[in-house]
């Protein structure tokens, strides 16, 4: 069975940070698929942050974080982060990590296609 655990949220003041970590059970290795962040609010859709897929080599992460945000995983620990830094109040969300076993998308990632996701862990950022 496969199961991902989100941990590392929390509440900080703006501008701090924070890192999230998903571990991923070892029923798959993340290094062979297409790993995703994802956050939700409230009465919004679910949106894409960043995704990393090391068999093409490439990562993406979404305009409103960039420069702040970085993905990166420990192949070895089988493990997914996600640092976030300079954190505003409009980072304030459930971020959600989550894997896609058959593709990655070169753009903002959707959730339709992601078949592994974890519970969720929740990050407010004060004013």
């Known amino acids: 069975q496969v199961q991902l655990a989100e941990s590392g949220g929390g509440s900080v003041q703006a501008g701090g940070s924070l890192r999230l970590s998903c571990a991923v059970s070892?029923?798959?290795?993340?290094?062979?698929?297409?790993m995703g962040w994802f956050r939700q609010t409230p009465g919004k859709e679910r949106e894409g942050v960043a995704t990393?897929?090391?068999?093409?080599?490439?990562?993406y992460i979404t305009d409103s974080v960039e420069g702040r945000f970085t993905i990166s995983q420990d192949n070895a620990k089988n493990t997914l982060y996600l640092q976030m830094n300079s954190l505003k109040p409009e980072d304030t969300a459930m971020y959600y990590c989550?894997?896609?076993?058959?593709?990655?998308?070169?753009?903002?990632?959707?959730?339709?296609?992601?078949?592994?996701w974890g519970q969720g862990t929740q990050v407010t950022v004060s004013s």
């Open positions: 990393s897929y090391i068999p093409g080599g490439r990562t």
């Open positions: 989550a894997a896609d076993p058959w593709s990655c998308p070169r753009r903002a990632p959707t959730p339709d296609s992601f078949v592994y």
């Open positions: 070892r029923s798959i290795s993340i290094a062979r698929y297409c």
